[in-house]
């Protein structure tokens, strides 16, 4: 009888324990509360992705998108809207076209990649150098790639390091090939792009094609036909201006520490952009709609930022952080999204000294999907990086592998039908509740890294070639 006593106070013991666990803090209820029941993240999206659609920046449907975010903020109730206007390479395709004269007549599929030359008309041979990386370039006879067409998969090759298109086109160049034709890492006749250099116009022409048409011209090649490429393309290019769009919420306590909050607003034309990044703004767009309709006085001052550029090679957010010294000196944590919308975990990226209060964040938030999950694995391709290597405490969100790889970004197929309404209110609640802890906490403390430290972090994490191969350099001269 006393066993049974026992053992019945364990059951109950574990039952309260795991709905504990369950049961979010009552201060967050109310704000989720509030998402679910007026939400407009999704209405957002659609009329970001099918009034706009596709959003290069510096072009006319860039500026409308400056507009679109602007009259937002306006209508939620913000009053004061900051412009920040720059000059950048611009950049807009006119024509692109590739034949084979294996295949006399028929045209391939094929899109040029961001920021490639304006003008280029080159006939050679094909010469597929498998993922594009230095060592493939060793695997093959030196100079056999000089002055032809390199084929390359635009996917990371597993167990391998990761190099970026960008970086794939740069090793391109430098192994002296006339222009790199990418294959996609996916079936399903999907062409993807992106930008073929950081923010100025590349050494070389960068086009893309299907991973079938790349899988057709790789068997040519490996039964050793000799195959010649003829590949015109035409792009507009010229000097052009944008504008980072941001806006704030006073803190009422500690006003000169700021938690900044940011998307990219730019998106690539072939597509919508409702994945990247449309999706993200509209998170951070139903976060500042909410916090001003729940009447919310964060300790700490919030600013929502909408960077442009980014596709260009994170123009926007660099230059943003060169021209605004006075606030990252005040910047508390930035968070940068990307494509997210099932968020299940935190990157600290350079340095995870709050790991343990994020841990407790992120159980917290177990019950809307969030991970036990922080990690501190710096990467480089988002409007995170110039703050990041600037000293900056900052974070990304982690996201849910099985959903994250169902979405073809960057390409025609970048669309608001991969995007779940679901996914993006649960989005809205987490992103929201993780901005608003750390903009009330007392436990959190603020700190910066000096450039010396950033240094040696980027030496220790292994990302110092990358950074050398994008000529980024910590410590400015
Ligand atoms: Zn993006």
New binding site residues.
């Given amino acids: 009888m006393k066993y049974y006593l026992i053992l019945i106070v364990i059951l109950l013991l574990a039952l309260f324990l795991l709905f504990q666990e369950k049961t979010l803090p009552d201060n967050w209820k109310s704000y989720i509360e509030n998402v679910n029941s007026n939400a407009k993240g999704y209405k957002i999206l659609e009329s970001l992705c099918f009034d706009i659609g596709g959003r290069v920046s510096g072009t006319e449907k860039g500026r409308k998108a400056e507009n679109f975010v602007i009259e937002q903020l306006k209508s939620f109730g913000y009053q004061d809207i900051e412009e920040d206007t720059f000059s950048h390479q611009g950049w807009e395709r006119i024509s692109c076209s590739l034949q084979l004269d294996s295949e006399p007549g028929k045209e391939i599929k094929v899109l040029s990649l961001g920021l490639t030359p304006d003008t280029s008309n080159i006939k050679t041979e094909i010469v597929d150098v498998n993922g594009g990386i230095p060592e493939d370039y060793m695997a093959i006879q030196q100079d056999s790639v000089k002055g032809k067409l390199v084929l390359v998969d635009m996917k990371t090759i597993s167990g391998k390091k990761r190099y970026h298109r960008v970086d794939k086109v740069q090793i391109a160049a430098d192994n002296g090939a006339a222009g790199i034709i990418f294959y996609n890492s996916m079936f399903g006749d999907v062409i993807s792009i992106g930008t073929a250099a950081y923010g100025k116009i590349s050494a070389i022409p960068a086009v893309s094609i299907s991973r079938e048409d790349g899988m057709k011209i790789r068997n040519q090649l490996y039964e050793n036909k000799k195959i010649i490429g003829i590949l015109n393309v035409k792009n507009k290019v010229q000097e052009t201006e944008s504008a980072n769009i941001s806006t704030e919420l006073p803190g009422s306590e500690l006003d000169d520490e700021v938690v900044l909050i940011s998307a990219?607003l730019d998106?690539w034309d072939v597509g919508q952009g409702a994945i990247?990044?449309g999706s993200s703004v509209a998170v951070v767009l139903e976060i500042a709609r909410q916090f001003k309709l729940q009447n919310i006085h964060p300790k700490r001052r919030i600013r929502f930022t909408f960077f442009m550029a980014?596709?260009f090679g994170l123009v926007g957010s660099t230059k943003f952080v060169d021209s605004h010294e006075v606030l990252m000196k005040k910047l508390f944590y930035v968070i940068n999204l990307?494509?997210n919308l099932a968020p299940n975990g935190i990157n600290l990226l350079l340095d995870d000294r709050d790991r343990e209060w994020f841990e407790t964040l992120c159980s917290n938030l177990e019950g809307l999907g969030m991970e036990h999950r922080v990690i501190a694995d710096p990467w480089l391709?988002?409007d995170h990086t110039a703050f990041m290597l600037k000293g900056i405490p900052t974070l990304t969100f982690e996201e849910n592998s099985n959903i994250f790889s169902r979405r073809t970004?960057h390409s025609n197929q970048d669309n608001i039908r991969y995007v779940s309404e679901k996914d993006m209110l649960n989005c809205s609640k987490v992103v929201g509740i993780v901005l608003l802890e750390i903009a009330n906490s007392t436990k959190l403390k603020k700190w910066n890294l000096t450039q010396e430290q950033v240094q040696m972090k980027v030496t220790t994490f292994g990302i110092d070639d990358k950074l050398e191969l994008r000529k980024i350099s910590v410590i400015k001269n």
Avoid: F, I
């Fill in positions: 990219h998106a990247d990044n980014e596709e990307e494509m391709e988002s970004y």
